[in-house]
């Protein structure tokens, strides 16, 4: 069965310090990986994908995600955190019916 | 304009009222999507289209729901006799093409509220 899986459901991290959102994944075909921001209101914003062609993923914001197959892993990480970046973050297996983790809420202290 | 719209932003309704939620996709997108969104959940996939077609509608949780696209472009989510446990972010999501790598833009989503 295809799933996703994102340990924590809030992190919190200091204004300048490094932002790890964790995401595990579990797909019996070689996977297409998203994650997505989400702000109050809003709808969700790719941030980035993993489409296979590279296994470290750069997107907007500074954000960065790398796939791991041997772990099922596709982590975002951020060297700098702002306070900007607070939002809700899903990570996602790609497919005609989407599978999207329970979310990350990340908190950025000043 | 530009991304994907949805109305009404908020609805309340009273148990057993039925509800009808628009989307407007980006233009020229070929598939379009649904979600529910429960608090403090993912969102969780409930049909899509390819053009005017219904190619999956298994997520829908009753026969309550039913979704439409007529003409392959606006679509519309109709819950009947709504009940308490509908109450949920509901996002409409438009892609180019149907494909399990292509992005999806989603709209801001329709609150739904259930008294």
């Known amino acids: 069965a295809q799933s996703v899986t994102q340990l924590g459901s809030h992190v919190s991290v200091s204004e300048g310090a490094l932002v790890l959102l964790r995401c595990n994944y579990s797909s019996s075909v070689p996977p297409y990986l998203f994650w997505y921001v989400q702000y109050p209101n809003q709808g969700l914003q790719l941030l980035l994908k993993?489409?296979?062609?590279?296994?470290l993923v750069k997107g907007i914001n500074g954000f960065e995600a790398e796939f791991k197959k041997s772990e099922t892993s596709f982590h975002l990480t951020k060297p700098s955190a702002h306070m900007s970046d607070a939002a809700e973050y899903f990570c996602?297996?790609?497919?005609?019916?989407?599978?999207f983790g329970a979310g990350t809420r990340l908190f950025v202290k000043a | 304009g530009a991304g994907v719209s949805q109305s009404p932003r908020y609805k309340v309704a009273k148990r057993g009222q039925d509800v009808a939620l628009r989307c407007d996709p980006i233009s020229g997108h070929v598939s379009l999507f649904w979600y529910q969104q429960a608090l403090g959940q993912g969102p969780e996939f409930l049909t899509y289209?390819?053009?005017?077609?219904?190619?999956?509608k298994s997520g829908l949780p009753s026969d309550r729901f039913f979704a439409e696209r007529p003409e392959g472009s606006v679509s519309t989510l109709k819950i009947q006799r709504t009940q308490q446990e509908d109450s949920a972010v509901y996002l409409c999501?438009?892609?180019?093409?149907?494909?399990?790598?292509?992005?999806?833009?989603f709209g801001p989503g329709t609150r739904l509220t259930v008294l």
């Open positions: 289209f390819q053009n005017e077609a219904q190619l999956d």
């Open positions: 996602a297996l790609g497919g005609f019916k989407t599978i």
């Open positions: 999501a438009s892609s180019l093409f149907t494909s399990s790598y292509n992005e999806q833009f």
């Open positions: 993993y489409t296979s062609a590279a296994t």
